[in-house]
């Protein structure tokens, strides 16, 4: 079986370890020491590779199992999973034998769960049916809602994505995709597709903006999608070592470099912004900062830090990493 998802993470690695920021002085820390492994699969073996966590709209725990594996692709078992946030164990399991490599993952505002297939599945049986290069939108109960682009198959335009990254649905219903997973290797040819699309709540292609580089509106590896308090795009643009920042239409507003090589995003309802970086050797981590500047204001160290990061209603940060889920529970001195 082909290990996809353990394959990007190399390549990604080796090209993110280059171009790093210089570490900013010593910021505080308010998390405590991290608890590896901390969510466990139904049968109490360990969760596998994951790069989604979310919160959900009533503060539940969603996040991404690829199957026990770097891959769900040949695999049944179930994908995505509501967490109890005392035991780590699930509550609920979903998307079985959807997805051949799930990546993003967004919870909307009715509890709906969103999830990127950012790979096309090979090595199912004859009769299975194509799987990969999806959007999929699932109830919490694990009923197909909606699936945007087509099944097996790589391509552009408005009915077919080329790795599609992470989804996020703005208060209004519309759809944004952050296309363009896989654009991490330097010597890629420029009209290599990479670009954020905007779909309609019912899933009709209203326009798409971005192209491979490192200019404005340029991306190298679009990898997380956030909304702030002001309705702005915020998207993880990894590999160039920025978030750029966009109005609802596409418009280039600006660009944040202090968040170094930012995997994962996660915007409180007062704008403060947690962005992952698993890629920058010794400056791997949690970095804290405010979505409305860019300033800094804390950095959780973490040497195994993970693709995505969410902050529960009580404080508790939970990170999505190659090994599992992680949790940091709040120090006793205080919290962002």
């Not at 597709?193 to 491979?212: C, M, N």
Request: glycine share 14%; proline share 9%.
């Amino acid at each position: 079986m082909a290990r996809l998802g353990v394959v990007a993470i190399a390549l990604c690695s080796a090209i993110i370890g280059m171009g790093q920021m210089p570490m900013p002085k010593p910021l505080p820390d308010p998390f405590g020491p991290p608890q590896r492994q901390w969510a466990k699969l139904a049968d109490g073996k360990p969760w596998g590779t994951t790069a989604g966590i979310e919160i959900g709209p009533h503060g539940e725990i969603w996040a991404i199992d690829r199957c026990g594996d770097g891959t769900c692709d040949g695999s049944n078992l179930a994908a995505v999973h509501q967490i109890d946030p005392r035991t780590g164990r699930p509550i609920r399991s979903i998307g079985a034998g959807l997805f051949a490599m799930p990546h993003g993952l967004h919870v909307d505002k009715d509890g709906n769960v969103w999830v990127t297939d950012a790979a096309v599945a090979k090595h199912g049986g004859p009769h299975d049916k194509p799987k990969g290069e999806q959007v999929i939108k699932l109830s919490p109960d694990g009923k197909v809602l909606m699936r945007l682009g087509t099944a097996g198959v790589s391509g552009g335009g408005p009915t077919h994505f080329h790795d599609p990254g992470d989804v996020i649905t703005a208060p209004n219903g519309d759809i944004f995709v952050a296309d363009g997973h896989g654009t991490v290797d330097p010597t890629l040819p420029p009209d290599t597709i990479t670009r954020i699309i905007k779909f309609t709540p019912d899933g009709k292609f209203i326009k798409a903006w971005g192209s491979l580089g490192s200019g404005k509106s340029q991306f190298r590896n679009p990898h997380a999608l956030a909304f702030d308090s002001q309705g702005r795009l915020l998207v993880a643009d990894r590999v160039n070592g920025r978030i750029q920042i966009f109005d609802q239409n596409g418009k280039w507003l600006t660009e944040y470099r202090t968040f170094n090589h930012p995997s994962g995003l996660f915007i409180t309802a007062d704008d403060t912004l947690y962005a992952s970086d698993y890629n920058s050797e010794g400056q791997k981590g949690i970095y804290i900062g405010s979505a409305r500047t860019g300033k800094l204001q804390y950095f959780v160290p973490d040497d195994q830090a993970g693709e995505g990061v969410a902050l529960g209603p009580d404080g508790t940060l939970y990170a999505a990493t190659p090994t599992g889920i992680t949790r940091f529970l709040p120090k006793k001195t205080g919290k962002p």
